[in-house]
């Protein structure tokens, strides 16, 4: 039963609409209609309702964590190889699938139909690479001389998951693939803006053959969070977005001891040295704030270039991201989309009135634009900025913008540069431009961030861990390293002879 009314749109959005599910709740590898209040779905792109359904309520949350509980009873005994061919089937099923979830990641999310292409495809490295490797996570034997010992690698239980808005399928797949990687069963709360890329995906895992109750689905919002994170019988939660949500989380996990993994907001650096190819400086800056209409936790939305280069930089910099196109995120040459709410919308516009108001220079963008298609006129859309004259104490440099503004700063010596860099209470990300390899590799060292590119920006493949120093969160996705996460040690002693004992 289509649960909402479609309402005018441009052409360009049937596929997506053709994909909408009946429900945004998935429990027990079935949709389920929740009897929480009801969450409309919208173009962002156009601003229209495409869809409502009815959210989950506390005892919705419930009946999805007791599905988990009991499915984790048996899946857990699955053995690792056969849960990582799951995984395998999943990312080759979403593979071929791609172009469908990248309908449904543009409608929701209003980025540009090529970066939603993108995002399918990480989510396709983070299920194949996670499944290909767990088979061969393991414990360690250690030899006692006669006695021995030996640590095995145990999955921890119910997993409660809450995803962001900006990339929902990478982001749910990222915490998907070690999860149920691991034997855990997973209950996940989608962004209330951005449902219906996971809610696909559920559909998916089950026709991977993942068995009913492993993945689950409660769809609303902050409410429905809250709920699954106090709920008794989740042992661990893994988050990603902002700050404040993540210290209220493991504010409250700790009342129960959950375990939690936090990947949290950032305010990186993104240093430029006068060595450059000035071309692929201008690149990487563009790329460190460009992409999804500049709401990336990673973004390098401090560009520190140094003075002597700082005019032909600025130059070049203002002249390419005035030619970004804005509009209809799914025509082919449109480079930045529509913003995800209102609440965002403003925020944005806040900050760059208020950095006006402290000083700095728009040296283009500046606020919002105007689409020429009037199906577009619901739609909520931000140029791309560049300010200059910027400061360290500005209000739009030492706080997340979550938007497309990139903030630029002049410094004079490596020394300065590493020091304003690490005057953050964010630790996400930092990068590096420079030809000389050996101050690149120098700096970098010394930046206090936990993602690190050198002559390019938010460069992740799966293989390597992600995640963050200081206020940036707690714990890593991707990488081997991201399964100790989502599993616990246990250590065995084994007595070969007789047992030491003091007493007769």
Known sequence: MRLGVIKRMSSSFTRAVELLPPSLNWVNNDYYIGSGRGLDVVN?????????????????????VQSAHTAFQTYRDMPAAERGQLLLKAATLLEERTADFAHLET???????????????????????????????????????????????????VIGGIGPWNYP??????????ALACGNSLVYKCSEYTPLSTVALAGLLKEAGFPPGVFNIV????????????????????????????????????DSLKKVTLELGGKSPLIIFDDVDMKNAVSTAMLANFFSQGAVCSNGTRVFVQRSILEEFTSQLVERTKKLKVGNPMEPDVKV??????????????????????????????????????????????????????????????????????????????????????????????????????????VISKLEAGSCNI??????????????????????ELGEECLNYYSQTKSVYVETGDPWCPFE
């Open 44 to 64: 962002k792109a156009t601003g229209n309702v495409v869809m409502t359904s009815p959210s989950a309520s506390d005892d919705d949350v419930d009946k999805a």
């Open 337 to 442: 989309g529509a913003t995800i709410c209102r609440m965002q919308y403003d925020k944005i516009l806040k900050y760059l009135d208020i950095a006006r108001e402290e000083g700095a220079e728009v040296l283009c963008g500046g606020g919002s634009v105007t689409p020429d298609s009037p199906d577009l006129a619901g739609g909520l859309y931000i140029a791309p900025t560049v300010l200059g004259g910027c400061t360290d104490d500005m209000t739009v440099v030492k706080e997340e913008v979550f938007g497309p503004v990139l903030s630029l700063l002049t410094f004079d010596t490596e020394e300065e540069a590493i020091r304003r860099a690490n005057d953050t209470q964010f630790g996400l990300a930092a990068a590096v431009c420079t030809q000389n390899l050996s101050r690149a590799y120098r």
């Open 107 to 157: 409608l929701d999310t209003g980025k540009p139909f090529y970066e939603a292409e993108m995002d399918v495809g990480t989510g396709v490295d983070a299920l194949r690479f996670i499944g290909g490797i767990v088979q061969n996570y393991h414990g360690n034997h250690y030899d006692l001389g006669g006695p021995f010992a030996y640590t095995s690698r145990e999955p921890i239980g």
């Open 169 to 178: 399928l990478q982001t749910a797949c990222w915490k998907i693939a070690p």
């Open 219 to 254: 769809a609303g919002d902050g409410t429905v969070g809250a709920a699954l994170t106090s709920h008794h019988d989740i042992s661990k939660l893994s988050f990603t977005g902002s700050v404040p949500t993540g210290k209220r989380i493991m504010s409250k996990a700790s």
């Open 455 to 476: 002559n390019t920006f938010n460069a992740y493949p799966v293989q390597i861990p992600f995640g963050g120093y200081k206020n940036s969160g707690i714990g890593r």
